[in-house]
């Protein structure tokens, strides 16, 4: 399912990254950071795919959510376990978005 965001404007915080070969913990961790997010004041939704190259893209009210976000104390450690373990590469933008529309086809 595609995240409901509201009307722009908000802001996006996209997340690209290329994994390692070490798995362990990583799936538990990932899961716990996204409950973990889904229960930050500003947060908005989130959509995710992997396919070689990992991409999250959060959507956040305002640009104070994200701070509040990325200094969260277990969202730190889960950044500095990425850092030493899971991540060979990793590439984090930050945006507003102003125009956003979509589509459903019609069951």
């Not at 947060?43 to 396919?51: I, P, W």
């Not at 990425?82 to 990793?90: L, T």
């Amino acid at each position: 399912m595609l995240a409901k965001t509201p009307e722009p404007p908000y802001w996006t915080v996209i997340f690209t990254s290329l994994r390692t070969s070490d798995n362990v913990g990583y799936a538990a961790m990932a899961e716990s950071m996204e409950q973990l997010a889904r229960q930050q004041d500003g947060f908005l939704g989130l959509d995710s795919a992997r396919d070689g190259v990992g991409i999250t893209v959060s959507y956040w009210r305002d640009p104070a959510a994200i701070e509040a976000w990325r200094n969260n104390i277990e969202h730190r450690i889960a950044r500095q376990l990425g850092r030493e373990r899971w991540y060979e590469a990793y590439e984090l933008r930050v945006a507003k978005v102003e125009r956003a529309y979509g589509w459903t086809k019609p069951a």
